[in-house]
């Protein structure tokens, strides 16, 4: 009887939390549709990336069964026990965490998408290790708007270079521009640093790179990013709750 207590309160405990996931889903959902309509822009122009580093693979396993596919994982150990123990599903995965260059060959065989490139080095070494039986890797190059010490990314004024020469690359498929700028409640400066992406993408569009996308905006400044033309938000808090000590 003590046994079928604890089994009835563990999948009671699941329910919830999917229950949870679900709605907080949905919310997430709610927010692009109306920041991308009160943009004036097509319905589908955004997609949503679930950002589920720290969490367990049961959460993505219920985040998928509520409608999600695409996810964001920022630690190459951690995604590459999640991404075996969720084989089974349609999953695409994205890498959106610093990548060092030792760690290419791991990346380069287990995401559809790396967002963080911000060096022709990096860009090589993945191109490299890309194995053949897989689609081109699509990448983003990492931009540092907000020009911080502490950030990753390329400077704006490298931008171009650098997406010029991983554009000409084997196994990749440049995309478009990422970003990550300092966390602020200023809307005024969120939509500046969004629109200095934006802008940069467009100029590199006139100079012949061909881009089409814009990875920017997370739970707290989705509104803006998509305002500014985010065709990719990356969230995660707003789906999954405060994040777990790893």
């Known amino acids: 009887m003590y046994q079928n ?3 009835f309160n563990h999948l009671n405990n699941r329910k919830q939390i999917m229950t949870t996931i679900t709605s ?4 997430v959902r709610d927010r692009i549709q109306a920041a991308t309509a009160a943009a004036g822009r097509p319905p589908d122009a955004v997609r949503l990336i679930a950002v589920s580093k720290t969490f367990s693979a049961q959460a993505v396993r219920e985040a998928c069964q509520a409608g999600q596919h695409a996810f964001g994982e920022n630690y190459l150990q951690e995604a590459s026990s999640k991404i075996e123990a969720l084989s089974d599903l349609p999953l695409e995965w994205h890498f959106i965490g610093p990548l060092q260059s030792n760690k290419t060959r791991s990346a380069a065989g287990l995401f559809s998408w790396v967002h963080t490139v911000d060096r022709l080095k990096l860009a090589e070494r993945l191109s490299a290790a890309r194995p053949n039986e897989l689609a081109p ?3 983003c190059i990492q931009v540092n708007v907000s020009s911080e010490p502490s950030k990753s ?3 704006p004024e490298d931008a171009l270079a650098l997406a010029d020469a991983v554009a000409g690359l084997p196994r990749l498929r440049l995309r478009g521009l990422m970003t990550i700028p300092e966390l602020t409640s200023d809307a005024v400066l969120q939509r500046n640093r969004f629109a200095a992406l934006r802008n940069l993408k467009e100029e590199l569009v006139s100079r012949g790179i061909e881009l ?5 905006g997370m739970s707290d400044d989705l509104e803006a990013a998509i305002a500014e033309g985010a065709t990719m938000v990356r969230v995660g808090q707003a789906i999954f709750g405060p994040r777990r000590p790893r």
Request: proline fraction near 0%; include cysteine; glycine fraction near 6%.
């Open 5 to 7: 207590s604890l089994k």
């Open 24 to 27: 907080r889903l949905q919310a």
């Open 137 to 139: 890797l699509q990448v």
């Open 153 to 155: 990314g390329c400077r």
């Open 212 to 216: 089409d996308t814009l990875s920017m």
